[in-house]
């Protein structure tokens, strides 16, 4: 056998005797630079965050829409659409939305990926017909990528270029990455890069998503996907049209939680107030009603009958109407108007 000679500084070295160069720690390579102590971890103490500055908190509609990433999700046709366009005309506008919030003027971009020009032409139409010149800084966009496919790059330059106060995603299913994967982690990943770099840019991103058919205690948990998507913006809003009407509920980081009684009258959604005045209001409307139809003082057994309610309600409802002046007793349990004798 004839043996193989190596030139000098090439020789074959034995893996079982030559030692190894390190492994990189690939967990903390990524984070550069690091501490000034040369750790990972870059922390600050509760001592220098206490005299650190931020500056305030910037919306784009005051207390509903503010920097960051806000999800608002409702069943199909409820008018998810028509809300998101109200706020982006708002904006664009520096006029009202929902009817009476006030809102920060500046530009729009609005991704509505379920429309056409002559739809989106017909809807603005209709809701703005008479407005002689409709804004130039409302842009709307029906053609995106998708978020891992390059979409945050591409939001990235245009708000560099144009600094617009809000951009709309109409809807997540259209940019939503094209991946198998499922459950918790892929939904938040599918939202935080969006949620990051919104932040960076200060802001605000508001995506239009639907709600499950299925239905819950909790408004937030009909949410259309796991509660990763919630988990990885900063405020989620759910347009839910129940026995007593549509609510608008409202919870986030940056927002107060809110349930709000809204209307949808002409294409244009106007907020009510708090659900529960409003309809505790509309309940005793519908109480004094039927006693002034009446020709004489009613029972709580038959006034439930008549609107079909829970007589344990009514009673309730009676008691503290006739505590607060609106009703007047005639004889026992029995109720009448205050100002009937």
């Keep these: 056998m004839t043996k193989r000679h190596f030139p000098k500084g090439n020789r ?119 407005v002689e010149h409709w804004p130039p800084g409302l842009h709307f966009a ?41 459950g918790y982690d892929a939904d938040y990943a ?11 840019m200060g802001v605000a991103i508001l995506v239009i998503h639907h709600l499950r058919k299925m239905l819950g205690d909790d408004p937030f948990d009909m949410i259309s996907g796991t509660t990763g998507l919630t988990g990885a913006v900063d405020t989620a809003f759910v347009l839910h049209r129940g026995k007593q009407g549509v609510t608008l509920y409202g919870r986030g980081r940056e927002i107060e939680e809110m349930e709000q009684a809204v209307e949808f009258v002409g294409g244009m959604w106007k907020v009510l107030g708090d659900a529960a005045e409003v309809r505790r209001s509309e309940e005793r409307s ?18 439930a009958d008549a609107l079909g309610w829970k007589t344990d309600n009514v009673k309730q409802l009676l008691f503290k109407m006739h505590k607060d002046g609106e009703l007047k007793k005639q004889g026992r349990g029995r109720y009448c108007v205050a100002d009937e004798t």
């Design 12 to 130: 074959r070295q034995n893996p079982k005797t030559t030692p190894r160069p390190p492994k990189r720690n690939n967990r903390t390579a990524k984070f550069a630079p690091m501490s000034a102590t040369g750790e990972a971890i870059t922390t600050i103490t509760a001592n220098a965050l206490q005299s650190k500055e931020f500056p305030p908190l910037r919306y784009a509609v005051d207390g509903y829409l503010a920097e960051g990433v806000t999800l608002l999700a409702g069943k199909p046709k409820i008018g998810k659409s028509w809300m998101a366009l109200d706020f982006a005309m708002a904006v664009a506008t520096g006029d009202l939305a929902l009817g009476s919030v006030r809102c920060r003027q500046g530009a729009v971009l609005y991704c509505a990926l379920e429309d056409n020009h002559r739809r989106l032409k017909r809807r603005m139409s209709q809701l703005y017909g008479d």
């Design 142 to 182: 029906t053609q995106v990528r998708r978020l891992g496919d390059g979409l945050v790059d591409d939001l990235r330059d245009w708000i560099e270029a144009h600094r617009p106060k809000l951009v709309i995603i109409d809807t997540f299913a259209g940019v939503r990455p094209q991946s198998r994967r499922e």
């Design 190 to 200: 599918a939202l935080s890069p969006l949620q990051e770099m919104a932040g960076q």
């Design 286 to 303: 519908a109480i004094l009603e039927v006693l002034e139809a009446a020709d004489e003082p009613m029972g709580p057994k038959e006034i």
